[in-house]
């Protein structure tokens, strides 16, 4: 007859077993499932549905099946955003005609950014860029996915301007993030954008 301490401690041994057993195989399930060379999973990032400059709905899929390079701003930014836009317009020259690479100008103004005033705005830029604009409430939930910090700041009267990071995000083919991009260095940032066409 089995030693009724021993039979008590089995049972909590076997759950345990049989848990660990679960997590080994969730593990295995989500570093193998994915591409050879894929970026490890990522708390950044995510669906959206907003709409683009030209007032269509997009959603994260519609971007998928080139890198992508994601940078948060407003259009009425004084200095910061249209650096950058100019910045990424070059590295998008660097990369040429045949260098299959985007990038999305995501509002923290959606109140004033309106799909005609991004339109205009970008008409400056790269055609490879996108603006997306869309209601609060999207715009709020896609800052959170990429952990991006927006305030918006009083100015005289009604104005006002927008305080926010300014990180250039470079997505893979799947619209997963790899890493942020320094434009300080171009020759690096293109070799880093031609590893995931």
């Not at 080994?24 to 050879?36: H, N, Q």
């Not at 971007?63 to 990424?88: N, W």
């Not at 896609?142 to 997505?171: C, E």
Request: proline share 7%; aromatic share 8%.
């Amino acid at each position: 007859m089995a030693n009724p301490s021993r039979r008590n401690l089995m049972l909590p041994m076997a759950a345990l077993g049989a848990s660990l057993i679960l997590l080994a195989g969730a593990v295995a399930l989500t570093f193998m499932s994915r591409d050879p060379g894929a970026p490890a999973p990522s708390a950044i990032g995510g669906p959206f549905r907003l709409v683009d400059q030209n007032g269509a709905a997009v959603t994260q899929d519609d971007f998928k099946g080139q890198p992508a390079l994601v940078f948060f701003g407003f259009t009425h930014c004084p200095d910061v955003c249209p650096t950058t836009l100019f910045e990424i317009s070059e590295l998008l020259r660097r990369l040429g005609a045949k260098g299959k690479a985007r990038a999305l100008f995501v509002t923290v103004d959606p109140e004033r950014d309106t799909p005609a005033l991004m339109k205009d705005y970008l008409s400056s830029f790269d055609s490879r860029i996108s603006g997306l604009t869309g209601g609060r409430a999207e715009i709020d939930a896609m800052l959170k996915a990429y952990r991006v910090y927006s305030k918006k700041i009083p100015g005289a009267g009604a104005d006002y301007s927008m305080d926010h990071s300014a990180i250039i995000y470079l997505m893979d083919r799947q619209m997963r993030f790899v890493n942020a991009v320094n434009l300080q260095d171009p020759a690096r940032a293109q070799k880093e954008i031609e590893r995931w066409m």
